[in-house]
């Protein structure tokens, strides 16, 4: 194994200079701007935070409209895993598609939809009017409210897939137990069963509300309409300031409160994943304790079947209807529908076609690049006993957790000057993207392919260092075919997310660069709502597709 180790020094040489550049040298340079203010080193920023009002009200809305979606996230998934987990409740199949739909759309193309729906001329508000005769809307989308709800639909489904997994891998014979003793359906509840997935509950919670505080999209096109800022929209706002001074500075520093709240949020998911104090949640196969709903058994599954297509299916109908109809605001009959909108964006509109050939370039070329390094880094930290492999899986792993907004602004200040020594300048390109991206989502790619290189014996490479191979005919005859599943399936978890993804991009594109979600984003806030919601049907196309061809392909490796 030393052998082969060694023969590869070169290609891991590579990867950690990858590492230093994608990785390392941004972050020292946001932390470093934050502290220098007039090209001097100064805490003049942060006093300038500290002493601001408006930042303090600013952090207390980002607070609030996290913490309050959390919430409603953990009580609608929970509620919603148990009763498809732990009761006899009609038609479980369909009720899981309607719960995954939100997870598979972005958030801002969810508040987009939300906004047709519940804007003081969306489709629901206007239906309500003409019932009612009201002059005024029933509700208005725009606000803390609305946000809070619209990252309520977007974040259940995580809770949902956490708490699903918890259940249907508990024991339920505490639950027997306990009804054995005399308690009540409510008593085991609040008693047995949500203690024992309490570490799951938890950690849902958490990467909750880090995901949602550190949300751009749906604060900025639900906020900005009422001057709601919250820190990700504050610190976009700043950077486009232009007549404020230091303003790039203003922004690390008003950064690091979410990196902080970030690394908070890592601590706590370590600490609740890895806490032993909690029983017990078996791998073995048992007999699972499924309530009988009795004569409640259709209600209750026409109620949640409503409810889901209210929060999952409505939304998409919404875009789809806007995106058929000749104008914004037009009731959707036979008379307003025209596919004009798609040929519009599909053949004409300069911006739209760009935008699709971008990021499909962004996409593909992230994960093909992320892929590559992560299997050199995967390999290092799963396969050799070096010591500092500790310290580059945690390198790695730093980016994702952090909010999007500081990996924008981070490269932003790597490299709006040529990057040292190499004297390489990609600002206003559509290369400084592909690198965010890179830098963003390669912890995923690492990840998934130490997870399948675990799985690899080292008697096979042993082998193959025996019989002379190199570093890298070891690679390509021995581990690549066995880690095949792993590398594709890491593949498809970068390229999904990376076609749809808005807030780095939406720092980071210039004129001619634009992506899908940046287009969609700049479309809705210019009010061509038709040709924003006929590339938002493109873009979810795109999305369900890809996903498709993943399980597909995963279907087919495993069978």
Avoid at 276 to 290: E, F, L, P
Avoid at 359 to 381: C, E, K, Q, R
Avoid at 400 to 429: C, D, H, M, Q, R
Wanted: glycine share 6%; hydrophobic share 50%; charged share 10%.
């Amino acid at each position: 194994m030393k052998r082969l180790i060694k023969s590869g020094n070169w290609i891991y040489a590579i990867a950690f200079l990858a590492l230093a550049i994608l990785i390392i040298y941004p972050m020292i340079i946001i932390v470093y701007r934050s502290f220098t203010s007039e090209n001097e080193l100064s805490l003049q920023n942060y006093i300038t935070v500290l002493t601001d009002a408006s930042m303090y009200e600013v952090l207390w809305n980002s607070l609030f409209v996290s913490i309050i979606s959390t919430i409603f996230s953990l009580i609608i998934g929970v509620a919603l895993s148990w009763f498809v987990s732990r009761t006899d409740i009609k038609g479980k199949r369909w009720l899981t598609l309607g719960i995954m739909i939100p997870f598979l759309i972005p958030s801002f193309i969810s508040a987009i939809s939300w906004r047709q729906l519940l804007s003081p001329v969306g489709y629901l508000n206007k239906i309500y009017m003409e019932l009612t005769g009201a002059t005024e809307p029933f509700v208005s989308i725009y606000g803390p409210w609305g946000i809070i709800f619209v990252m309520t639909v977007s974040s259940f489904s995580l809770v949902f897939m956490i708490t699903h997994t918890a259940f249907q891998n508990m024991d339920s014979s505490y639950e027997e137990a306990a009804q054995i003793s005399g308690a009540s359906r409510l008593r085991v509840m609040k008693d047995v069963t949500i203690p024992l997935i309490k570490p799951s509950i938890l950690s849902s919670a958490v990467l909750v509300f880090v995901s949602n505080i550190s949300n751009f999209g749906v604060p900025s096109i639900l906020g900005f309409h009422e001057s709601y800022f919250v820190l990700t929209t504050k610190i976009y706002q700043l950077l486009n300031d232009y007549t404020i001074r230091d303003s790039f500075s203003i922004a690390a520093s008003l950064s690091m409160v979410l990196v902080l709240i970030a690394v908070i949020g890592i601590w706590l998911q370590y600490y609740l994943t890895n806490k032993k104090s909690y029983a017990v949640v078996t791998g073995k196969s048992s007999q699972k304790m499924i309530v009988n709903l009795g004569k409640y058994r259709v209600v209750i599954t026409t109620l949640i079947g409503g409810l889901l297509f209210m929060i999952s299916v409505a939304p998409v109908l919404a875009i789809l209807a806007t995106s058929l109809t000749k104008a914004y605001g037009l009731p959707p009959t036979l008379d307003n529908l025209t596919l004009e909108n798609y040929r519009y964006i599909l053949f004409e509109m300069p911006m739209a076609k760009r935008s699709l050939v971008n990021s499909l370039i962004l996409a593909f070329g992230a994960a093909t690049i992320a892929v590559g390094i992560g299997i050199v880094l995967a390999y290092f930290i799963t396969k050799t006993n070096v010591k500092g492999r500790q310290a580059i899986s945690f390198i790695v792993s730093l980016p994702y957790a952090l909010p999007g907004t500081v990996i924008g602004l981070a490269i932003i200040l790597a490299w709006i000057k040529p990057l040292p020594i190499f004297e390489v300048s990609i600002y206003n390109t559509l290369w400084i993207i592909l690198v965010a991206y890179v830098m963003y989502y390669i912890t995923l790619a690492v990840q998934t392919i130490s997870s399948s290189l675990i799985q690899v014996h080292g008697s096979l490479e042993e082998a193959a260092r025996i019989s002379g191979a190199s570093w890298l005919q070891n690679m390509r005859d021995i581990v690549l075919p066995l880690i095949k599943p792993g590398v594709i399936s890491g593949w498809f978890l970068i390229f999904i997310p990376a076609l749809s993804e808005l807030t780095i991009s939406i720092l980071l594109w210039s004129s001619g660069n634009e992506t899908i979600a940046v287009a969609v984003y700049n479309l809705q806030e210019q009010g061509n709502m038709t040709s924003a919601s006929a590339l938002s049907m493109v873009m979810i196309f795109l999305i369900i597709a890809g996903h498709q061809l993943s399980n597909w392909l995963s279907r087919r490796m495993n069978g």
